[in-house]
Nanobody, 124 residues
């Protein structure tokens, strides 16, 4: 399994931007599909975005399309989530996750490794 550590969360006003980063260690990063998930208080964990092993393919939840961008750097072993035009409903703990797959995986149950999460709070 790969170890993941997120950073970049915080408090921002609606309409603002944040960039989350996830650093991976202990595995062959380029062999992992990566995903960002989030869990709001009292709700189930949901997918935000995923990216395949080489960054050529991405998937976004409808709620974040055209506002969030996932990217990865297979040299620095990082995956990022750029978030713009943030809304109060984006408030959640955001998790980085890894799955040993060459494809896009949207089911969180299939992910092997998870970070500790980073809090994003968007005020109205």
């Amino acid at each position: 399994q790969v170890h993941l550590a997120e950073s970049g969360g915080g408090l921002v006003q609606a309409g603002g931007s944040l960039r989350l980063s996830c650093a991976a260690s202990g595995g062959v990063f380029r062999s992992y599909g990566m995903g960002w998930f989030r869990q709001a208080s009292g709700k189930e964990r949901e997918i935000v975005a995923t990216i395949n092993y080489n960054g050529e393919h991405t998937y976004y939840a409808d709620s974040v399309k055209d506002r969030f961008t996932i990217s990865r750097d297979n040299v620095k072993n990082t995956v990022s989530l750029q978030m713009i035009r943030l809304k109060p409903e984006d408030t959640a703990v955001y998790y980085c996750a890894a799955v040993q797959s060459l494809g896009l995986i949207s089911d969180p149950a299939l992910y092997d490794s998870w970070g500790q999460g980073t809090q994003v709070a968007v005020s109205s």
